[in-house]
């Protein structure tokens, strides 16, 4: 059985949700031209692309998307871009940003910084982002976190695979990223 959330207890101790359950419905059509699918909420303030074969899974109670790689026999993980829209508990993004950064470095014993945290604008949103592999459950994962603020809103987006094969989808994350609109 594929591991679908390895991140998810890391997204959920570093984030202060806002306590909203309401069910909500989701959009998704498909984009011809670009070969991918569309994902529009109203009730996640964040719209997106993902590649054609991936699928959305939504969990209003924990203010979370996970965006996750086609199932295979061949591939016992699945590779993922878990959202998290939260609280910025009044914080700008240099502070939420390093507090999320102590977080995650205090819960893996062997979290490695793969580089320096540096800035990345997305579509005219600036976040901060970095790199790292750790070790989750005996599985080696690499991660590419981004982070940013927007009015009282955080917007936590973690892109994690295997460390063998991180690289293999770097431009399906890529694209996830680069597509992503924050409403």
Known sequence: MKKIFPFVLIVLVLVSCEN???SEPINVSS???LNKNMFVSEFFPV?????AKWEIMTD???????VLSPTSEQDFFQEM????VGGTNGKDLDTFFDGNLK???????????TGEPNYKEINGVQFKKVRYNYLFEGL???AQLYVTTKGSKSFIINCSALQNTF???QEEFVSIINSLTLN
């Open 47 to 51: 719209s997106l692309s993902f590649p």
């Open 20 to 22: 909203e359950t309401n």
């Open 167 to 169: 690289d293999e989808y």
């Open 81 to 84: 871009v878990n959202i998290v």
């Open 31 to 33: 984009e011809d031209q």
């Open 60 to 66: 209003t109670n924990l203010n979370m998307i996970h």
């Open 103 to 113: 977080m995650i470095q205090g819960m893996f014993e062997e979290l490695e910084q």
């Open 140 to 142: 080696p994962l690499t």
